[in-house]
């Protein structure tokens, strides 16, 4: 709840920011576990309803919770071959490619984890030492088998599409703009993709929320039309047990929240879904990596330190609020 709650103030900020001066018209939803807000600017509404409706199905495909999906199958195919939808087949076999890029920063193997914090079903738990290392053998993206629409997993290992399929969502749907001839922004949680040029010809901007305040914001980023600006943080998810904070970004190479001196990054790029990837894997590599591993990725990035320090790659156009 409190996450809703996080995420519906800062589409809200993000809102205001963006569409002062031009004629739009807004659609909100709840899917994927988060608000969402899709805007056009115009007063034609019928590609918001596409857009709702690609959400849904997107959802249905994708979700480890929803047993019919693509992705519950595999995890409960216990060793065997699957045959999956083509796009559920390309999307996997994206999320192997950013998990070798990210040098397994981002996993998308990293389910048994997930669901050991229980942070699938809402009922957290703080697993043992013994148990986090014995699920670490099933943490693995290499062992993800692709043959066309097959796909196999080891029995036991499991796949959770979460830290990518909001932004692959968000591109899809810029599709529909794009096919439409409409510009327009989403806002699908924390993932924020702009579509086409504002009507006053300015650039897009985005707020980047306060982790410490969701009411607050640190400032703006200026974007051009068609770039994701896509966060991931420790304060959008997270439960708390004797006084210990467990957030949602695990690290592959322990199964636990991952140590990091980082509440907050944004990732800038040209696709949704990379930029979601990457802004988990760069959550996950710390301050220290994780400004060189956005420059090896070819993207860029807004980084805020636990301490309150903001660094920022070269390009990004970042005005402190
Ligand atoms: P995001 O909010 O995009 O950073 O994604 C976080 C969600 O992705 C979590 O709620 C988990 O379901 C899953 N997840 C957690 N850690 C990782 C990781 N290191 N790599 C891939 N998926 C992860
Ligand atoms: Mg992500």
């Known amino acids: 709840m409190k996450r809703v709650l996080l995420i519906l103030l800062c589409a809200v900020c993000l809102f205001a920011g963006c569409t002062k001066q031009a004629p739009h018209t807004t659609k909100e939803l709840f899917a994927m ?3 969402m807000h899709l ?7 019928g590609v918001l309803k596409q857009g709702e409706e690609e959400i849904r199905r997107l959802e249905k495909l994708l979700s480890v919770t929803n047993e019919n999906s693509d992705i519950a199958r595999l995890n409960q195919s216990k060793g065997q071959w ?3 939808a083509e796009e559920t087949a390309r999307l996997l076999t994206l999320a192997k490619d950013y998990a070798k890029q990210t ?63 909001k932004g692959y969502a968000a591109d899809k749907v810029k599709g ?21 040029q504002k009507p006053d ?26 770039q994701a600006a896509v966060t991931s943080g420790d304060y959008q998810r997270y439960f708390e047990q004797n006084g210990m904070r ?6 592959p190479k322990t199964a636990a929240p991952a140590i990091s001196d980082l509440t907050s990054v944004t990732v800038i790029a040209n696709s ?48 402190p609020s």
């Open 246 to 251: 467990y957030h949602h970004i695990l690290d």
């Open 272 to 319: 949704a879904a990379k930029a979601d990837a990457y802004a988990t894997a760069l959550f996950v590599a710390g301050k220290e990596k994780a400004l060189s591993l956005a420059e090896t990725l070819n993207v860029q990035a807004v980084l805020v330190a636990k301490d309150g320090q903001i660094l920022c790659t070269d390009k990004v156009q970042f005005t």
């Open 39 to 45: 805007t056009v600017y115009s007063q034609e509404d």
């Open 103 to 165: 040098e397994g920063r981002f996993d998308p193997t990293v389910y048994p984890a997930v669901q050991a914090w229980g942070f699938t079903t809402d009922q957290n738990r703080v697993p043992l030492k013994e148990e986090l290392e014995g699920l670490l053998p099933l943490v693995d993206y290499n062992q993800i088998e692709i043959k066309g629409t097959q796909v196999r997993l080891p029995k036991g290992m499991g796949v959770d599409l979460g830290a990518i399929a």
């Open 82 to 84: 699957v045959t999956v």
């Open 201 to 226: 010809g300015t650039p897009f901007s985005v707020a980047i929320q306060d982790p410490a305040n969701a009411a607050d914001t640190l400032g703006v980023l200026t974007v051009t039309g068609g």
């Open 176 to 196: 529909l703009y794009e096919t439409a001839g409409v510009s327009g922004i989403l806002s699908l949680g924390g993932n924020v993709l702009t579509v086409g």
């Open 33 to 35: 576990d988060t608000v």
